[in-house]
């Protein structure tokens, strides 16, 4: 049975007036699902991840710096700010994350969608940015490596900013496949084609960048021409989901075009591949969207696919552009997966 991991504590953080990840994002979500609760979900309270499950990702220096902003305001970058219980919701969203992978390895859940602020891809092993404080998913997939015997980890992430944080944590590292789909050029910066990992992780990194005004058939094309040789012949123990919105047609920051069909295409094409190589082993946790509209749609969406509901096809054919993006990113990874040659 699915699983869904929420609290009231997500809603506390507060990084300023008129900050676009307000609580207000997180609270058209609690309200959607309490007044339409899906069927066959479970709810579960999370628990403050450890030091030491922190520690995998980010320095000890960063952890006593972000530790002691717990009862103050503070700006910790020019887009990241943090009031008294921001460092005690980060510690929870980033539980929240590692208990949702916990529970799809362990077979307590079917799929598990931890609905947490601040999000996380953002961070850094040593600075908060980009509205992100700890790195969530980094921390669950480091923690679903040492702690759970996952040899092979897939993360996947289709929030219209590159995860840098993500990124930089399993660059050099083959035990996680990293796949993003974003905007490009733009924040963070990061994220070219050409970026692919360095030393045994080379190969492992795939990006795979978009122009402004992206819709469902660009970004659909990519995961299933480019991404799904790989992970099939990656086979995943585990699925992460860095579960981002803000590519949502009607999104404030994102200037993409996806639409209500394009996020449950694309969660349901997540939930065949772990379908294929972990059943049931799928566990996502929110990252951006600043649309109420297009939150609550993708969230929807995703616990449709986790839930077994099929997606209607999207047909239609890719820009140009979005095709040579594929044809790069073919070209620079065929020689690390047999599949793409």
């Known amino acids: 049975m699915p699983l869904i991991l929420r609290d009231d504590l997500f809603l506390v953080h507060d990084p300023g007036p008129n900050h676009p990840e307000s609580p207000a994002r997180l609270a058209a979500i609690y309200r959607d699902l309490d007044a339409h609760p899906p069927a066959n979900l479970t709810l579960e309270k999370p628990s403050p991840a450890r030091q030491a499950d922190l520690e995998r990702i980010h320095t000890p220096e960063y952890l006593s710096a972000l530790a002691?902003?717990?009862g103050h305001s503070a700006l910790l970058d020019p887009d990241t700010g943090v009031s008294p219980r921001s460092y005690a919701a980060a510690l929870l969203a980033a539980g929240a994350t590692v208990q949702a992978a916990e529970a799809v390895v362990a077979g307590r859940a079917e799929g598990a969608f931890a609905l947490v602020r601040p999000p996380g891809h953002h961070a850094e092993a040593e600075r908060a940015m980009g509205f992100c404080l700890l790195n969530n998913v980094a921390i669950a997939a480091a923690f679903a490596?040492?702690?759970?015997?996952?040899?092979?980890?897939?993360i996947l992430d289709p929030d219209v900013h590159h995860g840098n944080g993500t990124q930089w944590a399993f660059w050099r590292s083959p035990d996680v496949l990293y796949v993003w789909t974003h905007r490009f050029p733009f924040y963070p910066g990061t994220g070219s084609v050409a970026e692919i990992g360095d030393g045994p992780g080379q190969g492992y990194t795939v990006n795979l960048p978009l122009p402004a005004g992206a819709g469902d058939v660009d970004l659909l094309s990519l995961y299933e021409g480019v991404v799904a040789p790989i992970v099939h012949e990656y086979e995943p123990e585990l699925i992460l989901?860095?579960?981002?919105?803000?590519?949502?047609?009607?999104?404030?920051?994102?200037?993409?075009a996806v639409t209500a069909l394009g996020f449950r295409a694309l969660f349901a094409i997540f939930t065949a591949w772990a379908g294929d190589h972990c059943p049931g082993r799928l566990a996502l946790a929110l990252e951006g969207g600043y649309d109420p509209a297009g939150l609550v749609a993708g969230v929807r969406a995703a616990l449709a696919a986790i839930g077994g509901f099929t997606a209607p096809p999207v047909d239609g054919r890719p820009r140009a552009a979005v095709e040579s993006v594929a044809q790069q990113a073919r070209s620079l990874l065929a020689p690390y997966w047999k599949s793409l040659r």
Do not use: Y
């Not at 490596?145 to 897939?154: A, H």
């Not at 989901?241 to 993409?256: E, H, I, N, Q, Y």
């Open 68 to 70: 002691a902003t717990a």
């Open 241 to 256: 989901v860095s579960a981002g919105f803000d590519t949502w047609k009607d999104d404030p920051l994102g200037g993409m």
């Open 145 to 154: 490596r040492d702690e759970l015997s996952c040899k092979r980890i897939l």
